[in-house]
Each structure stands twice: as C-alpha cells, then as structure tokens.
Antibody
Framework: QVQLQESGPGLVNPSETLSLTCSVS????????WTWIRQPPGKGLEWIGY???????KYNPSLRSRVTISIDMSTNQISLQMNSVTTADTAVYYC??????????????WGQGTAVIVSS | QSGLTQPASVSGSPGQSITISCTGT?????????VSWYQQYPGKAPRLIIY???NRPSGVSNRFSGSKSGNTASLTISGLQAEDEADYYC??????????FGGGTKVTVV
C-alpha cells in the first residue's frame, strides 16, 4: 500500500525558511513526478512544483524564486523548502504522486497534509 | 497565469445529474487532454476522480464522468447522492506552470 506522510514545524516565523518532509512508503521514488501542493485556509489548491527524481524540476512561476524541492532516494523522502515566508504562506501543505510514471499531473496518491502557520 | 474558472457552487437533488464546468484557455485545457478532477471533503486531502479528461482511477464510481469541448472541461455527477456533497477542483496541464487548478466548486445535495 502506497503511503505518503508529511511532517514539519506547525509554526514558522515570518521571513524565515519553511522546511517540510514527505516520507514515502510502498512505492519506488523512481519514475514519478513527486509534487507539492498547498491550500490556504478556506481557499483552493495551489500547485507548488515537482521533482522528477532530479532529472526534471519545475516550480510554479509565482513561487519559483523562493522554493526548492529535493529528493533523497536513500531515505525515500521528498523535501520542500520555502524561504522568506510571509503570512500568505499559511496553508495545509500536501505531497502527492501522479497516477502513473508517464504523468506530470493527475495526482492520485496524497499525503494527509500538514498545516503550517506563519506567525510571530 | 490565472487559474481555471469554476462556478462557486452547484446544487442538485438526490438522483439528479449535475455538471460542473471548468474554463481555461488555449494554453491549457484547449491545448492538452490532461484535465483532472478532484473531490475534497472538509479537512481531508483531495481525491482524484477523473484524469486525462475522461479516465476514472480504479475504485471511482462510474457516476462520475468527464468531458471537454474547446477550452472548457466538464465533470458530470449522475444519480446524485448525499455522499457527493463536497468540493470539486479541476486541474489542467499548461504550457507554463505546468499545472494549474480551478478555484473549486462546492456541490450541495438539497
């Protein structure tokens, strides 16, 4: 059974760096476009970016200057770093895997999400 | 790039069919057959119910169907049930982002 589990600090100070980890079990990291998505309270989904096990990395243009998505195949983890956070970055953050290795979208497997609040 | 446009809410009675529209541009929906639909209950992660415009993942009810015409994709829920009351989001591959979402549609079963 494929499972994704996000983890990270629930509270981050403004202007600091947000660091989240997605632990993957039951599936290989290889071949998939591992994706991060976020959802501000009461709002819709926002695509953050993906990492295709290092061979291709793409980010939402609106976040590109502040975001890094990396993969550690030795620990089966995908990481998200976002620097210079503001209150607008308060959201539930999800990691997800597409339905197949040929797909960049069609996010089929999701973690349960981790809530992040940016506040001093 | 702006998100895809969905109606804020759609409602229907049990047993009826409803359709949710998702309007984009020639840079996304109009140019690719990579439209997905997600169902989300409050406090839960989204669930993929349609991908590649018309395909259903294993385990998804055939009451959910997708289609596309030009720059607009649609999700139809047939035989509406109380359990279908949720938020629904469309997404599309694009030439730039490369994935964008719609703003979401709240489905109410009245």
């Amino acid at each position: 059974q494929v499972q994704l589990q996000e983890s990270g600090p629930g509270l981050v100070n403004p202007s600091e760096t947000l660091s989240l980890t997605c632990s993957v079990s039951g599936t290989s990291i290889k071949g998939y476009y591992w994706t991060w998505i976020r959802q501000p309270p009461g709002k819709g989904l926002e695509w953050i970016g993906y990492n295709y096990y290092g061979a291709s990395i793409k980010y939402n243009p609106s976040l590109r200057s502040r975001v890094t998505i990396s993969i550690d195949m030795s620990t089966n983890q995908i990481s998200l770093q976002m620097n210079s956070v503001t209150t607008a970055d308060t959201a539930v953050y999800y990691c997800a895997r597409p339905v197949s290795t040929r797909t960049e979208d069609a996010l089929h497997i999701w973690g349960q999400g981790t809530a992040v609040i940016v506040s001093s | 790039q702006s998100g895809l446009t969905q109606p804020a809410s759609v409602s229907g009675s049990p047993g009826q069919s409803i359709t949710i529209s998702c309007t984009g541009t020639s840079s996304d929906i109009g140019n690719y057959n990579y439209v997905s639909w997600y169902q989300q209950y409050p406090g839960k992660a989204p669930r993929l119910i349609i991908y590649d415009v018309t395909n259903r993942p294993s385990g998804v009810s055939n009451r959910f169907s997708g289609s596309k015409s030009g720059n607009t994709a649609s999700l139809t829920i047939s035989g509406l049930q109380a359990e279908d009351e949720a938020d629904y989001y469309c997404s599309s591959y694009t030439t730039t982002t490369p994935v964008i979402f719609g703003g979401g549609t709240k489905v109410t079963v009245v």
